[in-house]
């Protein structure tokens, strides 16, 4: 089944194109995947980037500002020892860059911690800073004490900010032996004095989703893009609680080298800006930070798939479409055979693959009509032949008889479609010598030869009668081929043949052996004589036979010719032989037998025929026989010599009277 399904070339070729679809679709994947996770790396890099220059921004920012309050300190008048409110002020109000840079104010105060003068954007916030002591600020207190920098914590304490947060930076003003006799310090509102602000200002892209909040060393928020979340601690943010607990569980480290933190769909970055011990938060969705990519990703999966089906459907359509012509084919090649349908009907026209295999398809359909025009017309020549045929002949395979003619059934007794699937043996019957006469047929077709022999057959109500045989193989050297038969019934050339040789040796008139056998049969016997012992010979010349013939005429002397011979055989054994010489000469053979003997025969025989009467009309006819016994010894060689001592032996009984018997005697006194 499965086999069948996967022999299927339309299936196959839309699996495959399945496969080269689902190949690159998986390939288109993989790509999507791996640059999504490249480009959500390359997001976190860019997050850590970000936070790292904005901290480093705002670093810079504070050097710049530190910058300018030392290179203001150098100017300080290094004579005036105890500066005064008058000093200061005119100091103060020679430095425009300090109110670029700090803009809402920047003060100098004296050792004591009051404040000398001011410098501020308003006239309220320079009196509420002149009436105030910075003794209690730490930072002034290290300014006093020397240090060449201080950086005020974030302060949330109202005076001249009106409750914005703000910070101080301080540098100490020295007298010419370089002690400290004052403090400059500069303030900055971090929410509006772009020192923060324009890093955490709300984009004005709504969908933006990151946001960076700052905070001081205690992790309070000092700038956020939304105003409501300033002074809480960074930590009451969910999307910070994480990352914040974890930063405050290792120290609350400030470093300036940037790092990230992932939690649950939040993604932070944080990074130290030390000069001011402040933190940078970056904090992003991580979904709308990586989600583009990812849902890039899962588009490309989906669409992957949509390609796919599609493009396998239209594979397998196409494939359907395109091997069209190629389940025509099939359907008119699996009635290649059905002779109902015209040659040219139902294959497939065109000049591709299948155009042309069903060209060759037609062409062998013309060749095989052409093949089995030929073989009808050969096989009703055969049936003519098997049919009329005036022999009988057979077709024999594997001891079968496969094809026979009608002959050959009227032979036999059969009928054709009896002989047919018959063993062979329907044609040559069991029976003596029948075994040996195959054996010789196998013989002589195994070697190639013709076997050809005259046989008896026997017919299906049993009579047997005289065949000529002949067997051929039908393909010499393949006994597998079988053997082609030929039977002809030869009963009545037999029967004339044996009657031509009966008459060529027997005398027709008394169906005596005539002279040319009686010496055939006297000349075995003198070759054979030492084997057979001793053999005789008696030459009969009837008397008075003449006047038989004269007196009752010609039939009356056959008659008595005939008579005679019947006589003649009465006496002897079966084997021995009477014959009629010629006229009126009989002459009888007796093997095994001396002269004494032979002549007690004769003797017989004489006085049979010298008795015996034959009735003719009205009249009575006799004969008589004068006889001449001869015993073949070694004296007598030859037949010439038999007969003519037989002969003499008869001439001496004539002319010693007749009727009487004379024996020849080798020692030359010849007659008895
Ligand atoms: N009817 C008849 N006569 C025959 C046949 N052949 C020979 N003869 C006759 O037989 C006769 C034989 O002659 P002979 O031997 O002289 O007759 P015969 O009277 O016996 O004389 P001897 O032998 O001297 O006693 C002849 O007249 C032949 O014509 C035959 O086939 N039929």
């Not at 200061?88 to 920047?106: M, W």
């Amino acid at each position: 089944m499965m086999a069948t399904l996967f022999g299927s070339l339309k299936l196959r070729i839309a699996l495959m194109a399945v496969s080269v679809i689902a190949l690159s679709v998986g390939m288109t994947v993989f790509l999507v995947t791996r640059d999504t996770a490249l480009r959500a790396e390359s997001s976190i890099k860019d997050s850590a980037l970000d936070v790292d220059t904005v901290a480093s921004t705002i670093s810079s920012r504070l050097l710049n500002r530190e910058q300018a309050l030392a290179r203001v300190a150098m100017q300080w008048p290094r004579t005036a020892a105890a500066p005064d409110r008058a000093v200061a002020r005119a100091f103060l109000k020679q430095q425009a860059v300090l109110g670029v840079l700090f803009p809402h104010a920047f003060v100098a105060a004296a050792r004591d911690g009051r404040v000398l003068a001011a410098v501020g954007d308003d006239d309220a916030t320079v009196a509420a800073l002149e009436g105030r002591s910075l003794l209690s600020r730490s930072y002034f207190r290290q300014a006093v004490s020397g240090r060449e920098l201080s950086v005020s914590e974030i302060m949330d304490d109202g005076g001249s900010t009106a409750g914005e947060l703000h910070v101080v930076l301080a540098v100490p003003l020295r007298d010419a032996a370089g002690k400290v006799v004052a403090v400059l310090g500069g303030v900055l509102r971090p929410q509006t004095d772009t020192v923060l602000t324009d890093s955490t200002r709300a984009s004005s892209l709504s969908q933006d989703p990151i946001e960076t909040i700052i905070t001081d060393a205690a992790g309070r928020i000092v700038s956020h893009p939304d105003p409501a979340w300033l002074r809480h601690d960074v930590g009451e943010d969910p999307r910070l609680a994480a990352a914040a607990a974890r930063w405050r569980s290792e120290g609350s480290p400030m470093e300036a080298q940037a790092w990230t933190w992932r939690t649950g769909d939040q993604f932070v970055a944080m990074a130290a800006v030390p000069e001011g011990n402040w933190m940078v938060f970056r904090v992003a969705s991580a979904d709308l930070l990586l989600g583009g990519p990812a849902r890039g990703r899962a588009e490309a999966i989906w669409l992957g798939a949509l390609v796919a089906i599609a493009g396998a459907t239209l594979m397998l359509l196409a494939t359907i479409w395109l091997l069209r012509p190629m389940r025509l084919l099939e359907r008119r090649a699996r009635r290649l055979l059905d002779e109902s349908l015209p040659i040219d009907a139902g294959w497939p026209v065109g000049s591709g693959e299948i155009g042309r295999l069903s060209a060759v398809f037609r062409q062998v359909l013309v060749e095989r009509a052409a093949v089995q025009r030929d073989g009808r017309q050969m096989l009703a020549r055969l049936r003519a032949v098997m049919r009329n045929a005036p022999v009988g002949i057979a077709i024999s395979r594997q001891g079968r008889v496969e094809l026979a003619s009608g002959r050959l059934g009227e032979l036999l007794g059969y009928t054709e479609a009896e002989l047919v699937g018959a063993p062979q043996q329907i044609i040559f019957p069991g029976g003596p010598g029948s075994e040996e006469l195959m054996a010789q047929a196998d013989a002589a077709l195994a070697a190639g030869q013709l076997f050809s022999d005259e046989v008896q057959l026997q017919r299906r109500d049993g009579r047997r009668f005289w065949a000529a045989l002949q067997g051929a193989a039908v393909n010499a050297g393949t006994p597998e081929a079988g053997v082609i038969w030929l039977v002809a019934d030869i009963s009545s050339q037999r029967q004339h043949r044996e009657q031509l040789s009966w008459s060529a040796t027997h005398d027709p008139l008394t169906e005596l052996v005539n002279r040319r056998e009686f010496e055939a049969r006297m000349h075995a016997l003198l070759n054979d004589r030492r084997r057979h012992g001793p053999a005789s010979a008696l030459f009969i010349d009837l008397d008075g036979f003449k006047a038989v013939n004269d007196s009752a005429g010609h039939a009356a002397g056959d008659a008595m010719l005939q008579h005679v011979a019947t006589l003649l055989g009465s006496r002897v054994r079966d084997g021995d032989t009477v014959a009629r010489l010629g006229g009126d000469e009989f002459a009888v053979l007796l093997a095994g037998c001396d002269r004494a003997t032979a002549e007690a025969v004769a003797e017989q025989i004489r006085s049979r025929i010298a008795a015996f009467r034959l009735p003719w009309r009205d009249l009575t006819l006799q004969v008589g026989a004068s006889i001449g016994v001869v015993e073949m010894d070694d004296s007598l060689p030859d037949i010439a010599a038999v007969m003519a001592a037989a002969d003499a032996a008869c001439y001496e009984a004539k002319r010693a009277g007749r009727n009487r018997v004379r024996s020849h005697r080798p020692e030359g006194a010849a007659v008895h």
